[in-house]
């Protein structure tokens, strides 16, 4: 927890730099936020003809930490200027 020492101002700055953070990262879309995917690997069998195996690794799109940063649309940007001006008017 943040100590400041009484000062409301300090306070509310840090929770919007905290939302705004928090809102820069979405889940990850290919894994749901688990960092690990399920993945179809060929197995050769000369006999058989092959198959594929399924194989579960650390997600390539985030890397493995569930989360990836979201992109930046013209709404996202917008709302994000709308609660900076409630911001600081209400600060």
Request: aromatic residues 6%; proline residues 3%.
């Amino acid at each position: 927890m943040i100590n400041t020492d009484g000062n409301i101002v300090a306070l509310n700055l840090h929770l919007h730099e905290r939302e705004e953070y928090e809102a820069r990262f979405i889940t990850c879309p290919e894994c749901g936020g688990h960092g690990e995917c399920a993945f179809e690997e060929p197995v050769v069998d000369y006999v058989n003809g092959g198959y594929l195996k399924e194989v579960i690794d650390t997600c390539e799109r985030c890397g493995g930490c569930g989360e990836i940063e979201a992109p930046h649309t013209g709404a996202r940007q917008a709302r994000a200027r709308h609660n900076q001006s409630t911001h600081w008017r209400n600060t």
